[in-house]
Nanobody, 123 residues
Framework: QVQLVESGGGLVQAGGSLRLSCAAS????????MGWFRQAPGKEREFVAA????????YYADSVKGRFTISRDNAKNTVYLQMISLKPEDTAVYYC????????????????WGQGTQVTVSS
């Protein structure tokens, strides 16, 4: 099993920035790809970004390209999501996810999920 714990959420004004962290523990050698998703009230969970832990290949949703950056620290088994130029529509619960495959997918076909961290962007 793999446990994922997110941190770094909070309340920020539009145009501000936040950095989310996701620390993985347990059988982390099985986590070949890690991603971030978000879910706003009344909406489906949507893909934000993903990264392969070996090689560091990244992929982003069009809505966050140029504003969000996903990165990893393999020594710490941690993935980060740096968010800048935040907009009110970025408000959501952000979830970290991991999958035991080197293939990045934008669906929710991930094997492990964190509990989520709230990001609220005020206008």
């Amino acid at each position: 099993q793999v446990q994922l714990v997110e941190s770094g959420g909070g309340l920020v004004q539009a145009g501000g920035s936040l950095r989310l962290s996701c620390a993985a523990s347990g059988r982390t050698r099985r986590t070949y790809t890690m991603g971030w998703f978000r879910q706003a009230p009344g909406k489906e969970r949507e893909f934000v970004a993903a990264i392969t832990m070996i090689g560091g290949t990244t992929y982003y949703a069009d809505s966050v390209k140029g504003r969000f950056t996903i990165s990893r620290d393999n020594a710490k088994n941690t993935v980060y999501l740096q968010m800048i130029s935040l907009k009110p529509e970025d408000t959501a619960v952000y979830y970290c996810a991991a999958r035991t495959s080197v293939i990045i997918v934008t669906t929710t076909d991930y094997d492990y999920w964190g509990q989520g961290t709230q990001v609220t962007v005020s206008s």
